[in-house]
């Protein structure tokens, strides 16, 4: 996105983000060239840290575009931050309500304008004792359904030495590693034109998770271990995926 277009509110987050990074973090980005340049995109972080939404917004913005998070409602509803987050043109969503359809209709309204939106398709930082992903939620595959727009993965190690959501522990020490890494967009063209029903969305919201998975093996080594499930549940187990972006707890139409 051209600087002359990004408006006051953006050039001061920018302003205000990305010199504070450049010192916090030492970084190593790969990858870039998988973020389109331009059009909408669905970008699928995994979760690791409360840092990390800094750290790919720095990467996103850094590939020219300016990255939409989604953020509970309530947040927006805050004077003054509220304000800012939507000038800057971040996503309010609600969760668990009647008003959840109408949060997926201002995703799809996003990214058919040509925006970059973020979803962490895990929902939370993950719980997998050793960070890497947990079984996804539907969201980002309902919105990918919806739209056909691309799915880029996007993994990202060392933000935990920023802030261990496990002990709590923040860091301030200046040049901490920290490694992005863009993949090719998920191949999800044989759901394309395919019922919302719940089996679908799972198995399209499985493949997200496993491409996230390796990629992030491919950047942090070692042998990645099967989806994690705080539930105990596996990919392909008959179970539901709990709410997401778009979604109620009302299932009516799905088929399980």
């Known amino acids: 996105m051209a600087r002359r277009r990004l408006g006051f509110w953006r050039r001061f987050?920018?302003?205000?983000?990305?010199?504070a990074m450049r010192v916090w973090t030492r970084r190593t980005w790969t990858g870039m060239e998988h973020v389109p340049t331009s059009g909408g995109v669905i970008i699928v972080p995994n979760h690791i840290s409360h840092a990390d939404p800094l750290v790919v917004a720095h990467y996103i913005n850094d590939t020219g575009r300016w990255p939409q998070f989604l953020g509970k409602a309530s947040i927006f509803r805050v004077p003054v931050v509220g304000y800012i987050l939507l000038r800057c043109r971040q996503?309010?969503?609600?969760?668990?309500?009647?008003?959840?359809?109408?949060?997926?209709?201002?995703?799809?309204?996003?990214?058919?304008?040509?925006?970059?939106?973020?979803?962490?398709?895990e929902g939370t930082t993950t719980r997998e004792p050793e960070l890497w992903p947990m079984r996804g939620k539907t969201g980002a595959a309902r919105l990918a359904l919806t739209t056909g727009a691309p799915v880029v993965p996007i993994a990202?190690?060392?933000?935990?030495?920023?802030?261990?959501?496990?002990?709590?522990?923040?860091?301030?020490?200046?040049?901490?590693?920290?490694?992005?890494?863009?993949?090719?967009?998920?191949?999800?063209?044989?759901?394309?034109?395919?019922?919302?029903?719940?089996?679908?969305?799972?198995?399209?919201?499985?493949?997200?998770?496993?491409?996230?998975?390796?990629?992030?093996?491919?950047?942090?080594?070692?042998?990645?271990?099967?989806i994690y499930s705080p539930n105990g549940h596996r990919p392909g187990d008959a179970v539901a995926a709990e709410p997401a972006v778009g979604e109620t707890d009302d299932r009516r139409g799905d088929t399980a």
């Open 13 to 19: 987050a920018i302003a205000l983000v990305k010199p």
């Open 91 to 121: 996503i309010p969503v609600e969760r668990g309500s009647i008003d959840a359809a109408r949060s997926l209709e201002t995703l799809v309204a996003a990214v058919k304008d040509g925006g970059a939106v973020v979803i962490y398709p």
């Open 156 to 226: 990202i190690w060392g933000a935990q030495r920023l802030f261990d959501p496990r002990s709590g522990k923040l860091s301030l020490r200046p040049r901490i590693p920290v490694s992005v890494h863009a993949g090719p967009p998920v191949d999800l063209s044989r759901w394309a034109g395919a019922a919302p029903t719940r089996t679908v969305l799972d198995e399209m919201t499985n493949e997200i998770m496993l491409r996230l998975r390796d990629q992030l093996a491919e950047i942090r080594g070692g042998t990645p271990p099967p």
